[in-house]
């Protein structure tokens, strides 16, 4: 079998739940604190033990490129200011090799992950999608625990959790039968963002993937589905239908930053947690409570 050398980003969404911001600036970077919410991403899958990153972006998305791309005048200027710290952590974001493609028109995330094919190049690989972040404190990052699923299962496995009733409609969601593992379902079918009464259950795809490569295959044949868009959830389904495909309810808190509550919560919960934050911002929160 195997192993899981790469993993692809798909970042090239309008992200018009956060216009008018994502006008010109891509929603993959907006900050949680001070990093991107892209970078979250990148280090999720770098701490997975992926070297290997591909993101699919579009266009108004050149300040990712940027982000990740060495900086020779900022370098110089914290070097000679004796900002030795932060140049540091300046030059670890430029050290990461990412790979680059555009999707040239926006037709559905089945559609993006298909620019994805040559990069794949026939290897099973990781998605991450742009919007979710999840933090494990000290445990597995996330995506870690859907490749350590694959590695028993020789299958796709996609990340999901159970969501309460009134979210099922953003979600793709599972339909699957119990293994061994409580946290590991076979998927007999998916369905794209059902409305509550068609909604096999509350299992929800929550933006990780690990996917073998018949993907692509199927993804050539994948007509426009919901909202008239090439959906990826549409290729898992045949996948699923021919078998080998499972549903792993991975540990962590995640966060939705592409809604505007779930980003709030991101930031607030991000800053708490820092050392050098953490305690004046939670001070400062209780006194706002108070009034
Ligand atoms: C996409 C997928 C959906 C998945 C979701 C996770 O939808 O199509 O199946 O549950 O991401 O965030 P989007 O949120 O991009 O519309």
Known sequence: MMKIRKAVIPAAGFGTRFLPETKAMPKEMLPIVDKPTIQYIVEEILASGIEQILIISGHAKR????????????????????????????????????????????????????????????????????????????????????????????????????VKPEQVSAYGIIDGTQTSDPNLLKVQDMVEKPNLEAAPSRFAALGRYVITPEVFDILEETRPGKGGEIQLTDALR?????????????????????????????????????EDLGPTFKEYLKGIMEK
């Not at 030795?84 to 670890?92: D, H, P, R, S």
């Not at 540990?251 to 708490?272: C, H, I, P």
Request: glycine share 10%; hydrophobic share 35%; with cysteine.
């Open 63 to 162: 300040a990712i490129e940027n982000h990740f791309d060495s900086s020779p005048n900022l370098e110089e200027h914290l070097r000679e200011s004796g900002k030795l710290k932060m140049l540091e952590e300046i030059n670890k974001i430029s050290d990461i090799k990412i790979h680059y493609v555009r999707q040239p028109y926006q037709r559905g995330l089945g559609d993006a992950i298909l620019c994805a094919k040559e990069f794949v190049d026939g290897e099973p690989f990781g998605v991450i999608l742009g919007d979710d972040i999840v933090y494990t404190g000290s445990g597995e990052p996330a995506l870690k625990q859907l490749m350590d699923q694959y590695d028993k299962t020789g299958g796709t496995v996609i990340g999901c959790q159970v």
């Open 238 to 274: 045949v996948m699923a239908h021919m078998g080998n495909v499972y549903a792993y309810n991975f540990q962590g808190k995640r966060y939705d930053t592409g809604d505007k509550l779930g980003y709030l919560k991101a930031v607030v919960e991000f800053a708490l947690r820092r």
